[in-house]
Every structure is written in C-alpha cells, then in structure tokens.
C-alpha cells in the first residue's frame, strides 16, 4: 500500500461512519491478558496497526491470539508463555512502546523480562524513569545489556506505597499491571484516572484484582496469588471521535459516529459547542455538525483527565484556524506538540508558538523552552500543500487541514495514521472526502 496520498479538499465530510475500541486502552487490554491462567476474549477491537504489533509481541512471548476483524473479537490464551529475544522483541516493537508495559506480567509469569530501545511518536522526550523506578521499588532488578534492559524479580515482588510526581498515564498502567498479582497492598498517589485506566481497572477486576479507586487519585491495590481470563467490550476511541468532530467543524460538514460515549467525551463536548460547533447524542452514538454561521475563537488548556486531553489538541486547532479572533492553546501534557502547525501556516493558516505559559494551569515547561503554547488568528482559508505527516494526531490533523482546504495536498507518509484510526480511508470514502 502506498505512503502517500492526494486529498482535494474544500468540501464538507458528510456522512456516517463506526469508530471501535480505544487504541489506548486495547493494548493495554492485551498486556493484561498475559496475567491471567486461562484465555482472554476482548470484544469491539478495531483493526489499527497498534493491535497487530501487540499480537506479534504476544506471540512472540508464547502466547495464541487470534483476531476477527469483523466482529471485532479477539482472543488470548497465554498459557504456554515463553522469553521471547530482546532483538526479535525490538524487530516486532517497531516504534511502539509496549514492551515497557509487558515487564511486571513477564516477571509475574517468568521472572524475567526484556525492555529494547522503545519508539512511539516523536513528541517530546516521552521518558521512561517512573516505569523503571516503579518496576524497581516493586522488587525487579534492572540491568543493562547491549541489546536493552534486562529485568529479573530474584526475590519475587512486593507491593509498594508510590506517588506519581505527574498522573502519568503509562506509569499508572505499569504499577496496575505489576501491583496486582505482587505480594501485599501497594498504594498510589496522584494517578492517573483517564476512561482508559478505568476500564483497565475493570478488566484487572474481572481477571481477579482487587483494587479500589479514591476520589483523590489515589488507587489501591490487594495482591492476589492467581488470576484469570477476562471477556470484556472495550470503551469506544474517545481520541477519533474527537478527530471526526474536529473534521467536521474544519470542513463544514456534518458526521454521524456511531458508536461514540458521551460519558467519555464531556470536556471536549463543552469546548466543542463554545467553538460554536453542534451535537446530537443518540442512543447510537454522537452527531457533529457545523451549523452554519460563525465559529468562536477561545482559549483552551490541554491537561490530563479529566481536563482537555492532548490528543483532542492538534486535530481542533485544524478547527480554530477557522474561528473567528484570537484563540489560545496552552499544552501542558507535552513540550513538543505543536510542530505539526508549521504545515498549516504553510496553507496559510496563521499560528504563532511562544515559550511562555499562556494559561493559569501550572506546567511543567514554562521555564524549559519549549515552545507549548500557540495562538491562533482566524479565520484564514487553507490552501493545497505537499506535507509529510510527523506523529499520529499531527497526521490525521494534516489530513482534517487538507480536507478543509481548496486544492489538492499531497500527504506524504500516512503509514503513521494506521497506527491508531481504524481503516480511515474507507471512512474518508464514506464521508464524501475525494482522495486518491
Ligand atoms: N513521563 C515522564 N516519565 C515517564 C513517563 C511519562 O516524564 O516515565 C511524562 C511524559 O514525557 C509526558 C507525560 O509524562 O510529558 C505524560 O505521559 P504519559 O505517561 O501520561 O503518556 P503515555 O502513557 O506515554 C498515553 C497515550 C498517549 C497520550 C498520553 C496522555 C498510549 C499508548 N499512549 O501515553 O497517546 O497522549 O497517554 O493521555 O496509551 C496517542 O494516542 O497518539 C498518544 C500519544
């Protein structure tokens, strides 16, 4: 399948489309199989390049995972795991970073595990120091080997009282996925409690965990000595419903997902209506719409939940290059998300990055030099571009710019977009959206 694509845009996406499970959570879904003795079936599973990456991971550690894209089922039996080679985990990885997240089942189920140079989209430094010290305050013993970190659990694993000094989403799955079958109570503080965490917490549950939530971010949990499989329906990708709303408020259009939460989507729903942008829940799922007229500049911070998430952020300022004045996004979650606005003030759009904080919400990149807030001036038209897409939700914001403006783009190395929106170019298709 080619890389590139040529998108003729100015006319609005129309149309009905099915958005599936969340790639954030789905992965995550797969790891936690590997704990339990018996197989796993986990249902609404979209066929994003992120699962074939995980099954191949999976299977290279011994376990069976069989996939029906059509119904969406996918099954796990891991009960015949096995070490898998830190050069075959890495070939498999690819970028994905997934394998920091196998390390406290592995050591569950093995007492050992591998992690190799780890990938994932190029936003920032997306260090990986609370995993490792959390894997190593629960008892693993970290070494460094030519090919990655070898990890080892000689005198087994202990449940610890941890504080996050950021509500780091991966970190927090880590210590879920270790805590549960260690010995004893492990407490966190300042969590992150994102849908997705939630409903691992829910499938850790069904496996067999017992762990509570706190209303202050903090979670706790009892070790159990044995768990099993789990059946469970993923929650719907909170992430692409957010991008097919963003496109349509961008293009004028008006789009029908079925399948989309509104318990998982409030704070982009307000944010949407005061853009100016309008919505109909239906038992079915959520219908975006630009109603004609308008739209309103605003003033947004990203921030983790149950706060603007980061991920809504590129798609809807593709949005706000069409709002009328000034609007402001101050991205707190990560120093670097804003290099995909250089290709829509290529197409005209007028986007200025400072380094400053131009929101009240303390961040951690204020004094860094990180250019993390943008202003956006509007409305501009958009014009046809050739662009080469830089990370996941910066591509499919390229796209939404392309779609929404006049001429025909050219998008080079859409390849990234597979990784997390589900067969977007029949979407497209059905949309209305021309595209070769
Ligand atoms: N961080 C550290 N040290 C760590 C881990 C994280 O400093 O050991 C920092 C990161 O550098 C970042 C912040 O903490 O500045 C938040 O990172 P977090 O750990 O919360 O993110 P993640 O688990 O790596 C997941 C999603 C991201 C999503 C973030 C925030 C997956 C596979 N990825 O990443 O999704 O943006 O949470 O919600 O679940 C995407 O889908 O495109 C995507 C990037």
Same mark, same amino acid.
């Given at each position: 399948? %080619?890389?590139?694509?040529?998108?003729?845009?100015?006319?609005?996406?129309?149309?009905?489309?099915?958005?599936?499970?969340?790639?954030?959570?789905?992965?995550?879904?797969?790891?936690?199989?590997?704990?339990?003795?018996?197989?796993?079936?986990?249902?609404?599973?979209?066929?994003?390049?992120?699962?074939?990456?995980?099954?191949?991971?999976?299977?290279?550690?011994?376990?069976?995972?069989?996939?029906?894209?059509?119904?969406?089922?996918?099954?796990?039996?891991? %009960?015949?795991?096995?070490?898998?080679?830190?050069?075959?985990?890495?070939?498999?990885?690819?970028?994905?970073?997934?394998?920091?997240?196998?390390?406290?089942?592995?050591?569950?189920?093995?007492?050992?595990?591998?992690?190799?140079?780890?990938?994932?989209?190029?936003?920032?430094?997306?260090?990986?120091?609370?995993?490792?010290?959390?894997?190593?305050?629960?008892?693993? /013993?970290?070494?460094?080997?030519?090919?990655?970190?070898?990890?080892?659990?000689?005198?087994?694993?202990?449940?610890?009282?941890?504080?996050?000094?950021?509500?780091?989403? =991966?970190?927090?799955?880590? +210590? +879920?996925?270790?805590?549960?079958?260690?010995?004893?109570? %492990?407490?966190?503080?300042?969590?992150?409690?994102?849908?997705?965490?939630?409903?691992?917490?829910?499938?850790?549950? &069904?496996?067999?965990?017992?762990?509570?939530?706190?209303?202050?971010?903090?979670?706790?949990?009892?070790?159990?000595?044995?768990?099993?499989?789990?059946?469970?329906?993923?929650?719907?990708?909170?992430?692409?419903?957010?991008?097919?709303?963003?496109?349509?408020?961008?293009?004028?259009?008006?789009?029908?997902?079925?399948?989309?939460?509104?318990?998982?989507?409030?704070?982009?729903?307000?944010?949407?209506?005061?853009?100016?942008? #309008?919505?109909?829940?239906? *038992?079915?799922?959520?219908?975006?719409?630009?109603?004609?007229?308008?739209?309103?500049?605003?003033?947004?911070? %990203?921030?983790?939940?149950?706060?603007?998430?980061?991920?809504?952020?590129?798609?809807?300022?593709?949005?706000?290059?069409?709002?009328? =004045?000034?609007?402001?996004?101050?991205?707190?979650?990560?120093? &670097?998300?804003?290099?995909?606005?250089?290709?829509? /003030?290529?197409?005209?759009?007028?986007?200025?990055?400072?380094?400053?904080? +131009?929101?009240?919400?303390?961040?951690?990149? $204020?004094?860094?030099?990180?250019?993390?807030?943008?202003?956006?001036?509007?409305?501009?038209?958009?014009?046809?571009? #050739?662009?080469?897409? *830089?990370?996941?939700?910066? =591509?499919?914001?390229?796209?939404?710019?392309?779609?929404?403006?006049?001429?025909?783009?050219?998008?080079?190395?859409?390849?990234?977009?597979?990784?997390?929106? #589900?067969?977007?170019? $029949?979407?497209?298709?059905?949309?209305?959206?021309?595209?070769?």
């Amino acid at each position: 399948m %080619t890389d590139s694509i040529r998108v003729t845009g100015g006319a609005p996406l129309t149309g009905e489309i099915r958005v599936r499970g969340a790639k954030n959570f789905v992965s995550k879904a797969m790891v936690a199989a590997l704990l339990g003795s018996t197989p796993s079936t986990l249902r609404n599973v979209p066929d994003i390049r992120d699962v074939g990456v995980v099954s191949a991971l999976l299977r290279l550690h011994g376990a069976d995972v069989n996939y029906d894209v059509e119904s969406g089922e996918l099954t796990i039996d891991p %009960t015949a795991l096995t070490k898998a080679d830190a050069a075959n985990i890495a070939e498999h990885a690819g970028s994905s970073r997934i394998p920091i997240l196998l390390c406290g089942p592995l050591l569950h189920r093995l007492g050992e595990a591998v992690i190799p140079d780890l990938g994932g989209c190029r936003i920032g430094d997306r260090p990986i120091d609370f995993h490792l010290e959390i894997l190593q305050r629960f008892g693993a /013993v970290v070494t460094e080997h030519p090919d990655g970190l070898h990890l080892s659990a000689p005198n087994g694993l202990r449940g610890i009282k941890y504080r996050l000094s950021y509500p780091s989403v =991966g970190a927090t799955e880590q +210590l +879920l996925l270790t805590a549960v079958m260690a010995e004893g109570i %492990t407490r966190l503080d300042n969590a992150a409690v994102e849908p997705e965490i939630k409903d691992l917490i829910d499938t850790l549950q &069904k496996m067999g965990a017992i762990i509570s939530v706190d209303t202050d971010r903090s979670v706790t949990i009892e070790g159990v000595g044995r768990m099993h499989g789990y059946d469970h329906t993923a929650l719907t990708d909170r992430i692409e419903v957010g991008s097919w709303a963003s496109a349509a408020l961008a293009t004028g259009g008006d789009i029908m997902v079925l399948g989309a939460q509104q318990r998982h989507m409030g704070m982009f729903l307000n944010v949407f209506r005061k853009v100016g942008g #309008e919505f109909d829940v239906v *038992p079915e799922g959520i219908r975006f719409y630009h109603p004609g007229g308008e739209l309103h500049s605003i003033a947004l911070q %990203t921030d983790v939940h149950p706060g603007f998430m980061t991920d809504w952020q590129q798609p809807l300022v593709v949005a706000l290059t069409q709002a009328k =004045g000034l609007s402001i996004v101050h991205e707190t979650v990560y120093e &670097k998300r804003f290099g995909f606005t250089d290709a829509l /003030v290529a197409m005209g759009a007028h986007v200025q990055l400072f380094r400053e904080c +131009l929101g009240d919400k303390e961040c951690r990149f $204020g004094q860094l030099n990180f250019k993390h807030s943008a202003v956006i001036s509007g409305p501009t038209p958009l014009t046809a571009t #050739e662009i080469t897409v *830089p990370d996941l939700r910066g =591509g499919f914001s390229h796209l939404i710019a392309a779609l929404a403006a006049t001429g025909t783009s050219t998008v080079h190395g859409i390849g990234i977009i597979d990784r997390g929106y #589900e067969d977007f170019r $029949g979407k497209l298709a059905a949309l209305g959206a021309t595209v070769e």
